[in-house]
């Protein structure tokens, strides 16, 4: 019987019997042949189901919490835990060595990964170790000792100014803050302030690092602009009614002027929002669309 082409005997190779090679059809193939045909078949449409769900939008769906990866760890992140094994860190001449990895990070319910402190949480930190540092009233008076400031203070504003962070592990905040002096039984004078709070940052939170120490107060001296008169008298009615519009009474422009580029300065005789006589004036005034509208203020609905 004559063989099929694709099955003929490989070069000096024995000939299998006659009986072992005479077969016409697929139910005549060797029985390895034919089972390899059938697990094929029986596994194409699990293949194509497989693809379909890899393809879907539920598929694209981030994982559970509870098999969620914990975040990458940001630039501030410490760890006080050392691998013994890594050996010591090489770091180029005059850079900051690496964060040590962050130990592990609680995980929320819904929202995947909490992120470990950052500049935000010393911030949040270092307005009350202020206050409690520069004032007698307020969170644990007892933490530091006295600055040495006589007579009794008050913390009445405080603002974080800065945040100084030149490497990991740690940051200093400059807060300002203006506190109330009083020698007797009320506050007579009032003193801008500005000190440096040092907070330790690393995946166990933000914490004091230290004392906080003085910096130099705030400069609250004037440093006025140059101004170029303008007398258009087109230019002086679009000054009056950018005050009328800002809510501002009776006015009479009295000059206005013009910086290099901006702003626009209006001085000028009204009763300003809120009070119940005229006063003198100076407004800063900025274009807009087309017209002149008081800075700082938000413009009429119809043109923002």
Known sequence: MDR???HATAPGA????DDA???DDLDDAPRHRRRAL???AAALPWA???LTLTRSPRAAQPPAADSAPAPAPSANATSDVADPAAGPAVVPSGAPAAPAAPAAVD???IFGGRSVPGPQDAAALALIAARAWLGDV???PELFEDDGAAGTSYVDQLAVEAVDHPGPGAVVVTVIALVLRADGDRYDRAEPMRVAVPVRL???GARLAGVPWHLAPPALSLDPLRWRPITEPSVLADAGAALDAAGYRDVAVRSLGQSRGWPLRVRARAVAPGASTAADHEVWLRPHLGRLVVAGDLPPAATR
């Open 107 to 109: 995980t929320l319910a």
């Open 14 to 17: 024995s000939a299998p019997p």
């Open 202 to 204: 690393d995946a166990r």
């Open 138 to 140: 307020g969170p644990e």
């Open 21 to 23: 090679l005479a077969f």
């Open 48 to 50: 194509i189901v497989a």
């Open 4 to 6: 099929p082409a694709w």
């Open 38 to 40: 059938l697990l094929v």
